[in-house]
C-alpha cells in the first residue's frame, strides 16, 4: 500500500476497532434486557388479568403425584421458553437487526411457534392450561415485543445517522461497481454500513472513488492492511470480474472471524430478499434470481386492503375534505377538482382527481415554464421549485399532500392503488424507455418508492429505478412501510411529488 495512506492514518483506527465492535454486544444486550422486561410485563400481566392475585393452579386431566404448579411458576416457564425461542431463532443478531423487515419476521415467528409447541405438549400430556390466559399472553406479547424493538431501531437509526453503530466498510472490486456501490450505500446511512475506504485493481487506481471523496487505499492486494490502516471490519466485493482467481477466498481467509465480515454486493441492485435464493449446484452456490410473480392471491389482497382502508379514509377525512373544498371554492376561480389523463395499470389512461392547487389556465402556461426547466436533473418530468401557476391555499395543501386525498375515490374506482408507482402524464410515457414500461404491471399509487425517497429531488434514472424495484418487489409488508413513511413525510415541510 502506498506510504502516503500509511501516513495518512498511522494505525490509529486500527487500535479503535475493538471499541467500534463491541456495539453489536451492546446493542444485542439491551435487546435482551428489554425482551425480558416487555415478557415479565406482558405474562404476568396476563396472568393477574385473567386469575387475579390468587395462586391459581395449572389443571390435570389426570392423577399424578406431583402437585400441579401455581400459574407463578407457570408463567416463569413460559417467559424462560420464549426468550429461548427468541435466541434460538435467531432474532438479536446483528446481521438482522436495524434495517429491514427479518428482525419481526423472527420475532413473530418465534413466539408462534413456541404457543405452538406448547399447544401440543399440553394436548399430549393433558395439561388444561387457560386459554384465555394464554390467547391474552400470546398476541399482547408479539405486540409489544415489536413495539419494543421498533422504538430500539429508531434509537439506532439516529445513531448512524450521526455516523455512529455502523460498520466501517472496505469496497473491493472494479472502479465502476465500487463507484455504483458506494453511491447506494451513501444514499441510505441508516441500514448501518459507512464506506472508509476502497481497494480496486492496479490498472484503475485513482485518489478517490470516482464521484465520491472515499479513498482508494491500494490494490485489491493491499486489502488487509487497508482495513488495519481505516479500522475497517467489514469487506464488501462488489465485483469480481476484475479481481484474481480465489482473490476472494483469500481475502475471506484473511478476516478475523467473529469480528471481520465479508459482503457479497451483487451488480443487481433493487432484487428484494424473496426472490433471491442460494443452491448447491455441482459443488457452486449459485445465486438464483426469480422472476417476478403477480399471483392472483397476491392481486385480491391489495385489492381488498385498498378497498377498505380508502373507504375507511374517506370515512374518516370527510370533514377535512369538505373543508378544503370550501377553502379552494372560496379563494379563487375555477373548479374545486382538477381531472388529469394519466396512464395507469396496463398501459391504460383514466383521470386522476385532486383538489386544483393551481391557476385555471395552468396547462397553458406549462410550454413557457418547462422552457425554463433545464438543469433540474430530471429530463422527463417536469418539477419546478416555486412554481408562479401554485395558488396560496394549493401551496398549503401541497405542503403536506392534502390536495392527493381526493384520489381515494381513485382507489375505491380500482384505476389506482394506497401504494404503487407515479401515474405518469401521456406525454411522459411517449418518452419512455421500452424497460420502464414494466412499471405499468402494477396500480398506480398515491404514494410509493419514488415519493418518499427524496421527492422531487431525484433525477429520472432514479424515479425509474425506484418504482421499478417496487413493482417486481412487492409485498405487503413492504407497502405499510412505505404509508408510514409518507405519513411521516407529509407532516414534515416540503415538496411532494405530483
Not at 506510504?3 to 487500535?15: I, L, M, P, Q
Not at 411458576?73 to 413460559?78: E, H, N, T
Not at 444514499?187 to 471523496?213: I, K
Request: proline residues 5%; positive net charge.
Amino acid at each position: 500500500m502506498s506510504s502516503k495512506v500509511e501516513k495518512s492514518f498511522d494505525g490509529a483506527s486500527a487500535r479503535t476497532t475493538p471499541a467500534r465492535q463491541s456495539w453489536r454486544k451492546g446493542y444485542g444486550r439491551r435487546l435482551f434486557i428489554t425482551d425480558l422486561l416487555v415478557l415479565v410485563w406482558v405474562v404476568y400481566g396476563s396472568q393477574i388479568a385473567w386469575f387475579g392475585n390468587g395462586s391459581a393452579q395449572v389443571a390435570m386431566s389426570y392423577d399424578i403425584r406431583i402437585t400441579a404448579p401455581s400459574y407463578w411458576v407457570a408463567s416463569a416457564v413460559l417467559i424462560l421458553l420464549w426468550m429461548l425461542a427468541l435466541a434460538a431463532n435467531d432474532t438479536r443478531s446483528d446481521r438482522i437487526f436495524g434495517s429491514g423487515n427479518a428482525e419481526y419476521v423472527r420475532v413473530t415467528m418465534a413466539s408462534l411457534n413456541l404457543f405452538g409447541i406448547v399447544a401440543i405438549v399440553a394436548f399430549l400430556a393433558k395439561i388444561d392450561i387457560a386459554r384465555g390466559y394464554l390467547l391474552i399472553a400470546l398476541p399482547a406479547g408479539i405486540l409489544m415485543l415489536l413495539v419494543s424493538r421498533w422504538l430500539w431501531r429508531q434509537w439506532l437509526v439516529a445513531k448512524r445517522l450521526g455516523g455512529n453503530y455502523s460498520a466501517r466498510v472496505l469496497l473491493v472490486g472494479s472502479s465502476a461497481s465500487v463507484a455504483a456501490i458506494a453511491r447506494e450505500l451513501g444514499r441510505s446511512r441508516s441500514s448501518g454500513y459507512v464506506v472508509v475506504g476502497a481497494c480496486m485493481p492496479r490498472e484503475q487506481l485513482s485518489s478517490t472513488v470516482p464521484g465520491t471523496d472515499i479513498p482508494v487505499l491500494g490494490s485489491v492486494d493491499d486489502v488487509r492492511d487497508a482495513m488495519t490502516a481505516v479500522g475497517a471490519d467489514t469487506v464488501a466485493v462488489t465485483s469480481t470480474d476484475d479481481l484474481p482467481p480465489n482473490k476472494v477466498k483469500e481475502i475471506s481467509w484473511g478476516l478475523e472471524a467473529g469480528r471481520q465480515h465479508l459482503v457479497i454486493a451483487p451488480s443487481m441492485l433493487d432484487i428484494a430478499g424473496p426472490r433471491i435464493h442460494t443452491r448447491p449446484v455441482a459443488g457452486l452456490p449459485l445465486i438464483h434470481v426469480e422472476t417476478p410473480r403477480f399471483s392472483a392471491g397476491q392481486r385480491f389482497l391489495k385489492r381488498a386492503v385498498d378497498l377498505v382502508a380508502s373507504v375507511l379514509g374517506v370515512i374518516v377525512l370527510s370533514p377535512l375534505l369538505l373543508v378544503l373544498t370550501v377553502l379552494v371554492s372560496a379563494t379563487s376561480m375555477g373548479p374545486v377538482f382538477f381531472m388529469q389523463t394519466r396512464v395507469g395499470y396496463h398501459g391504460r389512461e383514466f383521470k386522476m382527481i385532486k383538489f386544483r392547487s393551481m391557476v385555471v389556465n395552468a396547462e397553458e402556461l406549462l410550454a413557457d415554464l418547462r422552457a425554463k426547466q433545464r438543469d433540474s436533473g430530471n429530463e422527463v418530468l417536469f418539477k419546478m421549485k416555486d412554481d408562479p401557476r401554485i395558488t396560496g391555499i394549493g401551496r398549503f395543501m401541497r405542503k403536506y399532500s392534502l390536495d392527493e386525498l381526493p384520489q381515494l375515490f381513485n382507489v375505491i374506482g380500482g384505476s389506482m392503488s394506497l401504494v404503487g408507482p407515479r401515474p405518469p402524464l401521456p406525454s411522459e410515457v411517449a418518452l419512455y424507455a421500452q424497460h420502464v414500461h414494466r412499471r405499468f404491471l402494477a396500480k398506480p399509487g398515491i404514494t410509493g418508492l419514488w415519493q418518499v425517497s427524496g421527492r422531487s429531488s431525484l433525477s429520472w434514472e432514479e424515479s425509474v429505478r425506484l418504482d421499478l424495484s417496487y413493482v417486481e418487489n412487492w409485498s405487503m409488508m413492504g407497502d405499510l412501510v412505505i404509508i408510514g413513511k409518507t405519513a411521516k413525510a407529509a407532516l414534515a415541510p416540503g415538496d411532494t411529488a405530483h
